[in-house]
Each structure stands twice: as C-alpha cells, then as structure tokens.
T-cell receptor
Framework: GDSVTQMEGPVTLSEEAFLTINCTYTATGYPSLFWYVQYPGEGLQLLLKATKADDKGSNKGFEATYRKETTSFHLEKGSVQVSDSAVYFCALTLNSGGSNYKLTFGKGTLLTVNP | DGGITQSPKYLFRKEGQNVTLSCEQNLNHDAMYWYRQDPGQGLRLIYYSQIVNDFQKGDIAEGYSVSREKKESFPLTVTSAQKNPTAFYLC?????????????FGDGTRLSIL
C-alpha cells in the first residue's frame, strides 16, 4: 500500500542552523506531496505542497522538491529559528480518476531549536 | 476569523461511557475529516464526509460514529466499543476543489480514560 517514511526524530538544532528532514514515499500512481507542521498544543497546518514531479513547494523559508526518481520530498530550511520548533509531518494523496484520495501521513519528526 | 473549533480541549471518559467530540467550521467547506493521533504515530483517518448527510468510514472507524446534519458541524462519538480511546483527536475541513488537502485543522481534543 501507499506509505510515507520520515526520518526519526527528535532533531535538535541551534538557531540559524540548516535543517533537513528526509521524507520518502511509496505509492502507485502519481501522488501529490505535502508537509504539515504542528506547533505545541495545536492542530496541523499545511506548510507547503507539490503536485507533480520537479515542483518545488515553499513557504516561510521552508522548501521541498518533488523528486520522482528518488521518490523523495525532503524538507529544508537554510536558517532555523526557535519559533520553528514543532512536529513536522510529510503526507501524500493519490490522484485517481481525476480526484484526490485519502491523505496518508508519515509518523512525524519533532524539531527542537535552541537559542 | 474563519476556522475550525473543536471542543472540549480535554475530555475524560469512564469505562462503558459514550462521549461526543464537537467540531464546527465557519469556512463554508464541503468536506470534513476526523483523525486520531497517537504518540509517535502519524494521523489515522477515522471518518470523513464530502457533503452534508453523507459520510464514509476511514481506516479505523470501529468503535466510532459520526453525523453530518449540517454543513458546518461534524461531531464524533467515541462509543464504549472503542477499547483504546485514549488519544488526541483532530478535525479538519477542506473545500470540494481541494478534497484531501486540508489547509487547517482544529486545535484538537485530548481524550483520556478515567
């Protein structure tokens, strides 16, 4: 079945460090890919998305490129801030017959950024 | 401001008791979803609804029930048949044009067993 695998956390960085959170997927067909962020005590927010190969999603300094050849969608940020501390989820939906189908999530990666 | 409101934030259930979690949205979205989040796990889909008066089971619907009598409301009942209900429950919504791409979730309800 379809699945998403994220690097296990927790990830601890110092402020202004470079961030990479790896995400790979297994899917039949052509998925759309997403990164969601969950701040402490809150629900999830859509951070960025990419709907086809080689697309780059970006938001708030975060970027991820849809790499079909490596089935990956790694999240990157050049300089993290304390306020980026959160849990990050990679997710996918499949497009079947012109419609998207059920969002499948990875297990999440906890990021802690220290001042 | 538009958004999704879940209540209560914390809920305690006694053995053999049914409890209902509220989810209300004022975004005029057609689709609504319920997810369960357990520590170290991704989100798992319980139920979803694409339109009023219609809903479908997700991956882990056993022990749960829902209704969708109004567009803005999608309450989830955790029944006594759900043997391991302790979890964080998240509600989400999306417009029909962005089905399965919820932009925002509610802030969740944390359910615990007494």
């Amino acid at each position: 079945g379809d699945s998403v695998t994220q690097m296990e956390g927790p990830v601890t960085l110092s402020e202004e460090a470079f961030l990479t959170i790896n995400c790979t997927y297994t899917a039949t067909g052509y998925p759309s890919l997403f990164w969601y962020v969950q701040y402490p005590g809150e629900g999830l927010q859509l951070l960025l998305k990419a709907t086809k190969a080689d697309d780059k999603g970006s938001n708030k300094g975060f970027e991820a490129t849809y790499r079909k050849e490596t089935t990956s969608f790694h999240l990157e940020k050049g300089s993290v801030q304390v306020s980026d501390s959160a849990v990050y989820f990679c997710a996918l939906t499949l497009n079947s017959g012109g419609s998207n189908y059920k969002l499948t999530f990875g297990k999440g990666t906890l990021l802690t950024v220290n001042p | 401001d538009g958004g999704i409101t879940q209540s209560p934030k914390y809920l305690f259930r006694k053995e053999g008791q049914n409890v209902t979690l509220s989810c209300e949205q004022n975004l005029n979205h057609d689709a609504m979803y319920w997810y369960r989040q357990d520590p170290g796990q991704g989100l798992r889909l319980i139920y979803y609804s694409q339109i009023v008066n219609d809903f479908q089971k997700g991956d882990i619907a056993e022990g749960y029930s829902v209704s969708r009598e109004k567009k803005e409301s999608f309450p989830l009942t955790v029944t006594s048949a759900q043997k391991n209900p302790t979890a964080f429950y998240l509600c989400a919504s999306s417009p029909r044009a962005e089905l399965w791409q919820p932009q925002h979730f509610g802030d969740g309800t944390r359910l615990s067993i007494l």
